[in-house]
């Protein structure tokens, strides 16, 4: 049964229906301004996700890093810690190298579900608001390339906006097509507009890219944070 949240979804569709899609890019670029007062809502899941991280940690994977608000807690975990974050905003990425520049950090400006992450890299990967725009067939390869990428006993650490009943995720993929079509935007080109994933097959999508467990850890504000392991035994 479709809940409150489905109605109030398909009603804001049809109020935005004549918007125009926005690349995923652009769409950041043109929103820095402002942007972390924003996203200041979630203050609290950002502390969270730092302090899932386990203490020993020495390398970290942040896809989809932005301004670096996770990372800004993380590293007031952990400030030695060794950090490779990619993001396609060059608008974001570069506030994030004013902020912590001076850091361990590498930031890659590049699409991470092709750029290579590499093989038993990292001790821990974290993703914050940024997959909520993906297929699950899509996220299935990204996840196979973070579990690769993860060391054994590694975990990926995700915090992301879920639909909180089937019917929404149907219905956001059914606007988010018909108005693709509609732009004539090409296979392939990311816009933001955003299509959840129920929990459910957002978890479903995790087992299927490789990693031997994934669960709710916890549900802050209707948004969960998982924990995906990787097979194997940390060193
Ligand atoms: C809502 S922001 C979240 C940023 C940061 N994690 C935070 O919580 O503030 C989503 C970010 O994901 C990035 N992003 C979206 N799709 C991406 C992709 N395919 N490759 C790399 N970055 C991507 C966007 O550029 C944007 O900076």
Redesign the pocket.
Known sequence: MPNQDYFDLKKWFEETADERCEE??AF?DRRIEGYEDH?SA?QEH?RRVAELIPGSTRSIL?????????LDRIFERLPDVRVTA????ET?TAELKKKHGGKNLEIIL????LHDLGENRFDVAV????LH?FTAEKKIGLFNNICNALKPGGIYIECDYIASCPEIEELAFSECRRRRERDMIPDGE?IHFDTPLTLEHELEAMLKGGFERAEMIENINGTPIIIAKKKGSAA
């Open positions: 995923m890019g950041f996203m979630w950002y942040d896809l989809g890093c932005g301004t670096g608000l996770e990619i993001d396609l905003s974001m590049d699409d991470y579900f993703s914050v608001e940024s725009h990311y």
